[in-house]
C-alpha cells in the first residue's frame, strides 16, 4: 500500500510541476500579449522596444531565452522520465539496484556540451556590449545631462541652453538620418537609476561618477519608466515621463523651454510670496531672483502633466496641496511643508499656474 | 545498547530543575547541541523574516495601498533581507555542519568546542542586536527605527547625511559580529576536517557533506572578511570623519559596490553548497544507489568555490562600467554554470537506474532539483549583461533569486530536515503532514516565484513601496501575495509537526532509512560522546559494507 | 534497526594528521590576509584623488629602523620556538622577552611618527582620502600587533612561572606563525604604502 503512495507521488510529481510550467507560460505569454495595448496608461515591457538599444536587447534575449527553454526541456523531461521510470515498486526492499559509480565519458560529454553552449553565449553577448556601449555619437545627437536628485530628475540641454525637472523631451529619430539622443548621467545625492525599458536597459546615476547611456527612439510617444536603483524613502515616486516628439514639435518645446517666465503682472503678490518665503533656496524661475539649484527648475512648471517627479498630476488642487502638505502626496520626500496662510497660499498657487 | 543509553539519560533529566536544563544548554561545548541551538534560532528568524515578507506583499498586493508607509516598507525589505541571509541561512546551515561533520568523519566533537559556542554566541548577540533597532534604532530621539538601506547598505545612503541616527550602525555591528562569528566556525570545520577524521578515513573517503562544507568553509574565511572590512570602513566614515565612500571629498560610491559584491556573490555560493551536500547525501539514500561521480562532485565544487570569486561584478553590470568589464564579468558569471550544472546531472545520475522511495526528504529534493535548474537558467540569463540591463533591479532579480533560496536552499533544507530529525531527536516526522507541508509549499513557492517574473519584464523596479496602477502588474503582485499565504501555512504545518513528532513522534532507531554514512551507526540521539569506540573505515560508505560484505565499496573506489 | 555501532576495517598503518592548532591558525592567517587585502586595494585606489590635504610625498618618512625593529623578531621569536622544543627554557625566554621588546619598539616607533603627523602636519583621519586609508591601513597592522604582544606577554608571564616547557611548543608555534603573518603584513603594507604610494 504504502509502495503504491509512492509510485503515484512520483508520477504526481512530475505533472504537477509540468502543468505548472505551462500555467506561468501562459500567463507569461498573456502578459506579453496585453503589454502595450493601452494607450493611456502604457505598460514599460521590455519586450516592446522602440529603440534602437532595447532592440538589439530583445534580439539577444531571444536568442539566450530559446537556448535556456531548450536546455530547460531536455533536462527536465530527463528528470520527469527517471522520476516515473525509477521509482521502486512493490517487492523492492529486498534487492538493491546495480550500483554505479559514475562513467568518464559521460563526464565528459556533459562538461564539453555545457561549455560549448556557453562559447556561443558569450559570443553573441560580448558584439551586442560593444555595440551598445561603444556606439560612436553623431554630430546630430541631442545631448542632455541628467542630474538624479532624492527624489526627482533634473535635466539641462547644455548646447540648447535650458534647464528642466522630471519630464524628457527628445526628438524622435528616423533611421536614415539619425537623430540619437546621448545622456550623461550625474548624481547630486545617492545612487539612482535610469530606466525606461521600451527604450534602453537601465544606467546608474552615481555621485562622483559620469555614465552615459543613449536612445534612439523609433516612434514619438510617451515612455514611462522609473528610479531602478533605492535611494531613499521616496524611491518609489521618482518616476519617467519621456516624451518623444516629431522634430517640429521638439522645436517648439526647446523655443518654449528657452524663454525666461512669463512675467504676469496680476500675479506680483503671488510672485512677492514666492520670493519672500524660502521658495527660492530651493527652487529657480529664469528672469527672476530665484536661482535655487536644489529643487526643480519651475521656469515653465505648467508645461508639464505631472509634478512631484510623476507623484500626483498638474493640477491646480494638487500643486495647492503639494506646497501645504507635501507629506499627503510623497511622504518623505525632501520639500518641506510651506507654512503658508491661506492667502498667501491661494496667491503663490496662481502665480505658479502662470509659468507656463 | 542505545536504548540503554538513553534509558539512563532519560531517567538523570526527570525531576531536574529547568533552570539546570537550561543552564546546560547555555553553556554547551557539544557540537550536536550547539547545532541544534544553531538551527532553532534559525527557525525564529524564518518566521520572523516571513513575518516581514508577508507584509511587504499585503502592501504590494494593490497599486497605491496604503497598509504600511514608506518608512515602515523599507524598514521591511531592509531587515527581511539582512535577516534571512544573515541570521536564517548562515545558521541553520552551520547548524546542520556543526552536528553532522563530527559524527559523518568518526570525531567525538569538533576541534575546537569552546570556540564553536562562542562563535554561536556571537551570531545569536548579533541577531538580537539588529532586532533591538525597532526599539533602540533612533537613540533618544524617536520611537524606533530599523535600519532602511536595503541589505547591502549601498554608499552613499549610508553617509552620516542620508542616513542620520543610528539606524544604519545596527546593520553594519551586528553583521560585523555574526560574520567573526561565521568566521569562526569555518575555522573550526576546517581544523575539524584536517585533524580529527577517524582512522581509514582518507579526505577522498569523506562524505560529500563534509567535502562541501570544507569548501564552504574555506569560502567564508575569504568571502566574508571583505564584507568586514568594508564595515568597518563604513564605520570609520560614520563615527571617525573618515571619507573611504565619502563622494563629497572624491571618495567612491562604486568601490563600496565592489566590496560588497566581493562578499555577496561567494555568499550565495558560500549558501548554497551545503545544500548540494544534503542533496548529495540523501538522493543516493532514497535512490538506493552510490552518488554518481564522487571525484567530479569534489572536483566541480572545488571550481564553482574558485570561479564564483571572479563573478561578483554581475551585479554591477548597470553602474557604467567598460564594455571589456562587462564582457569579462558576463563570461565568467556563464562558466560558473558549468560546475554547477555538472552537479544537476550527476544527481540525475545518481537517480537513473535506481529504486526511487519518495519519502518527504526525497520530495524535497526533486522539488530542488526542478527548481534550482529554472533559477540557474534564470541566472544565466542575468549573466548576459545587456538582458541584465533590463532585467537587473526589477521584480525578474528578485523571482530569480527567491526561487534560489526557497525553491532551493529551503527545500533542501526541508529534506535535511526530514532526514536528520530522526537522528537529532530519536522520533520520526510525521509522514502525511510532511507530504501536506511539501505539496502546501510547493504550491504557494510555484505562485508566488513564477508569476514575480512577469512585473520584472513588464518594468517594476524592486524595493518600491508602492506602484502605478495600470502598468500590468496589478493582477499578477495580487497573484505572488496569495501564494505567501499558501507558503504561510505550509509553514505552519511544518512547525506543527517539528513540535507535535518531537514529543509524539514514532522512535526512530538507528538508522531508519537504511543509509550508508557514519551517523547512522550511532544511537538516536547520539550520546555525548557520539561512539563508544572511534570507528575505522575502509570505503566511502562504511555502513555499506558492514550490511553487504560480500560486496564491500571499497572494492570499487 | 540497525545495533552495530563501531564500523572495524582494517587498520591503517600509519594515521597521522596535521595539529589542528597550525590547520585553525593558518585559516586565521588566510582570513585576516583578505581583510588586509581590501584595505590595500582601498588604499591604492585612492592613491592620488584627494582633493585637499597633505599628500604622502609632503609627511611621509620612511620608518626603516622600525621596520628593522619588526622584521628582526620574527627571528627571535623562530628561534625562540626552536630552543623550546629542545628543551632549553632560558633562551626561548630570553628571545621571546626581545621579541617582544622589538615589537613594542616598533609600536612606539608608529605612535611617534602618529603624532608627528597629526600636530605637525595636521594629517587625520578626517582630513583627506590619504588621512583615511593611511590610518586605517597602518592602525588596522598596528591593532594585530598589539593583540600579537598582548598574547605574547601572556606566553612570557607563563614562561616566567615556569609553566612553558618542549611540551608547548606546539602552541607556542602556533603563535609564533601569527607574529610572522603581522610581520608579512608589514612589509606589504610598507611597500604599499611608502614605496607605491608615495
Given at each position: 500500500m504504502a509502495k503504491k503512495l509512492a509510485v503515484e507521488w512520483g508520477a504526481c510529481i512530475g505533472r504537477v510541476t509540468g502543468v505548472l510550467v505551462i500555467v506561468a507560460g501562459i500567463l507569461l505569454a498573456a502578459a506579453l500579449c496585453t503589454a502595450g495595448q493601452q494607450p493611456a496608461n502604457p505598460v514599460p515591457s521590455i519586450f516592446e522596444p522602440h529603440s534602437t538599444p532595447a532592440d538589439s536587447i530583445l534580439r539577444l534575449s531571444n536568442f539566450v531565452l530559446t537556448i535556456t527553454v531548450l536546455i530547460f526541456g531536455v533536462v527536465a523531461t530527463l528528470l520527469s522520465y527517471a522520476t516515473v521510470k525509477f521509482r521502486s515498486k512493490a517487492g523492492d526492499a529486498q534487492h538493491e539496484p546495480a550500483q554505479v559509480y559514475g562513467s568518464t565519458q559521460i563526464e565528459l560529454a556533459w562538461t564539453v556540451i555545457p561549455i560549448l553552449i556557453v562559447v556561443v553565449l558569450f559570443l553573441a553577448t560580448a558584439r551586442v556590449i560593444h555595440a551598445i556601449q561603444d556606439a560612436p555619437k553623431p554630430v546630430a545627437a541631442v545631448e542632455v545631462t541628467a542630474i538624479g536628485h532624492q527624489f526627482w530628475w533634473e535635466y539641462r540641454y547644455p548646447a540648447l541652453g535650458i534647464v528642466t525637472a522630471n519630464e524628457l523631451h527628445i526628438p524622435v529619430s528616423d533611421p536614415n538620418h539619425p537623430t540619437p539622443t546621448f545622456l550623461k548621467l550625474l548624481s547630486a545625492d545617492t545612487d539612482h537609476s535610469f530606466w525606461v525599458p521600451q527604450l534602453a536597459g537601465k544606467t546608474d546615476l552615481i555621485p562622483n561618477r559620469i555614465n552615459e547611456t543613449w536612445v534612439d527612439p523609433h516612434r514619438t510617444g510617451l515612455f514611462l519608466g522609473q528610479c531602478a536603483q533605492y535611494c531613499g524613502t521616496q524611491h518609489a515616486k521618482m518616476l519617467l515621463r519621456v516624451s518623444v516628439e516629431t522634430p517640429e514639435a521638439f522645436q517648439v518645446w526647446v523655443n518654449a523651454q528657452k524663454q525666461p517666465a512669463i512675467q504676469d503682472e496680476k500675479e506680483a503678490a503671488g510672485k512677492r510670496v514666492f520670493e519672500t518665503t524660502a521658495c527660492v533656496n530651493c527652487h529657480a524661475v529664469g528672469g527672476t531672483n530665484a536661482t535655487g539649484r536644489f529643487g526643480p527648475d519651475l521656469t515653465h512648471l505648467m508645461s508639464r502633466s505631472t509634478i512631484a517627479a510623476g507623484a500626483a498630476e498638474n493640477t491646480k488642487e494638487n500643486l495647492r496641496l503639494w506646497i501645504q502638505n507635501p507629506d499627503a502626496i510623497k511622504?518623505?520626500?525632501?520639500?518641506?511643508?510651506?507654512?503658508?496662510?491661506d492667502a498667501d497660499l491661494d496667491a503663490l498657487v496662481r502665480y505658479l499656474e502662470t509659468l507656463k | 545498547m542505545s536504548s540503554d543509553a538513553m534509558a539512563i539519560q532519560a531517567a538523570e533529566s526527570a525531576g531536574r530543575p529547568w533552570v539546570e536544563t537550561l543552564h546546560e544548554w547555555i553553556t554547551t561545548v557539544d557540537h550536536k547541541r550547539l547545532g541544534i541551538l544553531y538551527i532553532v534560532f534559525a527557525l525564529v528568524f524564518l518566521v520572523i523574516g516571513g513575518v516581514e515578507a508577508t507584509l511587504m506583499r499585503i502592501q504590494l498586493?494593490?497599486?497605491?495601498?496604503?497598509?504600511?508607509?514608506p518608512q515602515v516598507f523599507n524598514r521591511l525589505f531592509t531587515m527581511h533581507g539582512t535577516t534571512m541571509i544573515f541570521f536564517v541561512a548562515m545558521p541553520v546551515l552551520f547548524g546542520f555542519a556543526n552536528y553532522l561533520v563530527p559524527l559523518m568523519i568518526g570525531?567525538?566533537?569538533?576541534?575546537?568546542p569552546r570556540l564553536n559556542a562562542f562563535s554561536f554566541w556571537l551570531t545569536a548577540f548579533g541577531g538580537i542586536l539588529l532586532y533591538f533597532s525597532f526599539v533602540g534604532g533612533s537613540g533618544l530621539y524617536g520611537a524606533g527605527n530599523a535600519p532602511d538601506v536595503g541589505w547591502w547598505a549601498y554608499a552613499p545612503l549610508t553617509a552620516r547625511a542620508f542616513s542620520p541616527g543610528n539606524s544604519s550602525d545596527y546593520w553594519t555591528i551586528a553583521v560585523l559580529v555574526s560574520g567573526f562569528g561565521s568566521i569562526g566556525t569555518s575555522i573550526n570545520i576546517i581544523a575539524t576536517i584536517f585533524s580529527m577524521r577517524c582512522p581509514g578515513m582518507k579526505l577522498s573517503r569523506m562524505p560529500l557533506l563534509a567535502w562541501l562544507n570544507l569548501v564552504m568553509s574555506g569560502m567564508v574565511l575569504i568571502a566574508i572578511t571583505p564584507l568586514s572590512a568594508a564595515q568597518i570602513m563604513l564605520l570609520v566614515d560614520r563615527y571617525l570623519g573618515g571619507h573611504f565612500f565619502d563622494t563629497q571629498a572624491g571618495g567612491s560610491a562604486a568601490i563600496w559596490m565592489h566590496f560588497f559584491w566581493i562578499f555577496g556573490h561567494p555568499e550565495v555560493y558560500v549558501l548554497i553548497i551545503p545544500c548540494f551536500a544534503f542533496m548529495s547525501e540523501i538522493i543516493p539514500v532514497f535512490s538506493r544507489k552510490p552518488i554518481f561521480g564522487y571525484p567530479v562532485m569534489v572536483g566541480a565544487t572545488v571550481c564553482i568555490g574558485f570561479v564564483s570569486m571572479?563573478?561578483?561584478a554581475h551585479h554591477m553590470f548597470s553602474i557604467g562600467m567598460s564594455s571589456y568589464s562587462n564582457a569579462f564579468f558576463t563570461l565568467t558569471s556563464m562558466v560558473v554554470g558549468v560546475p554547477t550544472g555538472i552537479k544537476i546531472f550527476n544527481w540525475l545520475g545518481t537517480m537513473w537506474g535506481g529504486k526511487l522511495i519518495f519519502k518527504t526528504p526525497m520530495l524535497f529534493c526533486i522539488g530542488f532539483l526542478f527548481q534550482f535548474l529554472i533559477a540557474g537558467l534564470t541566472g544565466i540569463m542575468l549573466a548576459v549583461s545587456p538582458f541584465d540591463w533590463q532585467l537587473s533591479g526589477s521584480y525578474f532579480v528578485v523571482a530569480h533569486f527567491h526561487y534560489v533560496i526557497v525553491g532551493g536552499i529551503l527545500f533542501a533544507l526541508f529534506a535535511a530536515f526530514y532526514y536528520w530529525f530522526p537522528k537529532m531527536t530519536g522520533r520520526m516526522l510525521n509522514e502525511s503532514l510532511g507530504k501536506l507541508h511539501f505539496w502546501l509549499f510547493l504550491i504557494g513557492f510555484h505562485m508566488t516565484f513564477d508569476v514575480m517574473h512577469i512585473p520584472g519584464i513588464l518594468g517594476m523596479p524592486r524595493r518600491i513601496y508602492t506602484y502605478e496602477p495600470g502598468r500590468g502588474w496589478d493582477t499578477m503582485n495580487l497573484i505572488v501575495t496569495i501564494g505567501t499565504f499558501i507558503q504561510g501555512i505550509a509553514i505552519l504545518v511544518f512547525v506543527a509537526n517539528l513540535i507535535y513528532s518531537f514529543f509524539k513522534g514514532p522512535k526512530a532507531g538507528n538508522d531508519p532509512w537504511d543509509a550508508w554514512t557514519l551517523e547512522w551507526s550511532a544511537s538516536s540521539p547520539p550520546p555525548e560522546y557520539n561512539f563508544p569506540a572511534i570507528p575505522t573505515v575502509a570505503s566511502r560508505r562504511p555502513l555499506w559494507d558492514l550490511k553487504h560484505p560480500e560486496d564491500p565499496d571499497g572494492r570499487y573506489e | 534497526m540497525s545495533t552495530i555501532t563501531t564500523p572495524i576495517a582494517q587498520a591503517p598503518e600509519a594515521w597521522s594528521l596535521p595539529y589542528r592548532g597550525k590547520v585553525a591558525m593558518a585559516c586565521l592567517i588566510i582570513a585576516e590576509s583578505a581583510i588586509f587585502t581590501i584595505f590595500v586595494v582601498a588604499y591604492l585606489f585612492y592613491v592620488g584623488k584627494s582633493l585637499t590635504g597633505p599628500t604622502p610625498r609632503e609627511v611621509l618618512e620612511t620608518p626603516i629602523f622600525y621596520t628593522i625593529c619588526l622584521l628582526s623578531s620574527s627571528f627571535t621569536i623562530h628561534f625562540a620556538s626552536r630552543f623550546l622544543e629542545r628543551g632549553n627554557r632560558a633562551v626561548f625566554l630570553g628571545l621571546w622577552l626581545l621579541t617582544i621588546v622589538l615589537g613594542g619598539l616598533f609600536l612606539f616607533g608608529t605612535g611617534q611618527e602618529w603624532h608627528r603627523l597629526i600636530y605637525e602636519h595636521g594629517l587625520t583621519i578626517s582630513t583627506n582620502l590619504f588621512g583615511t586609508t593611511y590610518y586605517s591601513l597602518v592602525g588596522l597592522h598596528a591593532t594585530h600587533v598589539t593583540v600579537g604582544l598582548l598574547m605574547l606577554g601572556i606566553v612570557l608571564l607563563f614562561g616566567l612561572a615556569g609553566r612553558v616547557g618542549p611540551e608547548q611548543s606546539a602552541r607556542v608555534e602556533v603563535l609564533s606563525m601569527y607574529w610572522h603573518f603581522v610581520d608579512a603584513v608589514w612589509v606589504v603594507v610598507f611597500t604599499v604604502v611608502y614605496v607605491v604610494g608615495r
Open positions: 511622504p518623505g520626500s525632501l520639500m518641506p511643508a510651506m507654512q503658508l496662510t | 498586493m494593490r497599486p497605491h495601498n496604503d497598509f504600511v508607509s570525531a567525538r566533537d569538533m576541534a575546537f571572479s563573478v561578483w | -
